[in-house]
């Protein structure tokens, strides 16, 4: 007889319900096998998001037992307690279908806080010499391997009890550009993220930082964001 | 919150530190002297520092205790960012007022 797994899928929008499934158990498997294993071979209409399969993409970002996860990454046999599954979409943000969260909010607050690359040269120019251990290049180092999975974004429980909280990956991302030399749009990025809903809404719980499946410190890099900010106004830059 | 009141928040924090250092400080000693409130007012009325002390802690207090309540009613009332602000603008004055008065309570002659 083959082992299963007990597996709860949420399927519907906002107002669906878990449904219960059960999935062969493999010696080695991921939570996205499982949900891939369900659309295959019980229910086609299953919706959810993936691409890439290696932890690269972030996009397969789903609730797992209570906790947000990268599911290509994190294999059943270290979440499955007692042989069981409760797979849901990300959190803090709007249900499109079943596990597909909608992800427009997370991705309009990185342009809200100015997440974009301002260049302060033209390609006339020669290019800018960045030393590699410099103190500015090793913070925006820290900061830019983000996937943009929105693990801490559904995570975070300032976005829960704010909405217009800019999040801690759009606001890594801002800590990344702020510090990075070559970028002309600092005044407008600093200006972008020192208002309402922006660094100075965190309140350090650092469950971003626990998540992220990159070992990133979002919460570090809000810390920076809040000096850099204050600073800024002290001098009059920004108001 | 946005970095103005960040800025207030923490500074009027910071400010409070060794303020509320020495008026700990103070309970220990006037309790432990066993001092009446016939001596502790001899020593306050009309005395300009107890007076420059407190009345500065009682606005310190009120502008950082108003922001803070800012903040929690932005995140967990219905309140919008304007309506707690006025509420919280308010709530200040009112603990601002009754410091005051208590200031004057004891320092004036």
Sequence with gaps: MTATLEVSLWRGGAEGRYQVYEVPLRENQTVLDVVTWVQRNVDATLSYRFACRVGMCGSCAMTVNGRPRWTCRTHVSKVAAGGRLQIGPLENLPVIKDLAADMRPFFEKWQQAKGVFAPSKTRADAIEEIRPDGPARTAADDAIECINCGVCYAACDTVRWNSDYLGPAALTRAWSLVNDQRDAGNTARLQAVAASGGCHACHSHQSCQEHCPQALNPTAAIAGLKRRTMAAYLKGEIT | ?109
Excluded: C
């Design chain 2, 1 to 109: 919150m946005n970095v103005r009141l960040y800025v207030w928040q923490r500074g009027t924090a910071a400010l409070m530190v060794p303020l509320v250092l020495v008026h700990v400080a103070v309970i220990f000693y006037a309790t432990r002297k066993g001092m009446s409130a016939a001596d502790i007012l001899g020593r306050t009325r009309g005395s300009i520092a107890w007076a420059s002390f407190y009345g500065v802690f009682v606005v310190a207090a009120a502008i950082h205790a108003a922001i803070g309540v800012r903040n929690i009613l932005t995140e967990w009332s219905p309140l919008d960012d304007r309506r707690a602000g006025i509420f919280a603008i308010v709530f200040g004055i009112v603990l601002l007022l009754l410091g005051l008065r208590a200031v004057t309570a004891v320092v004036l002659p």
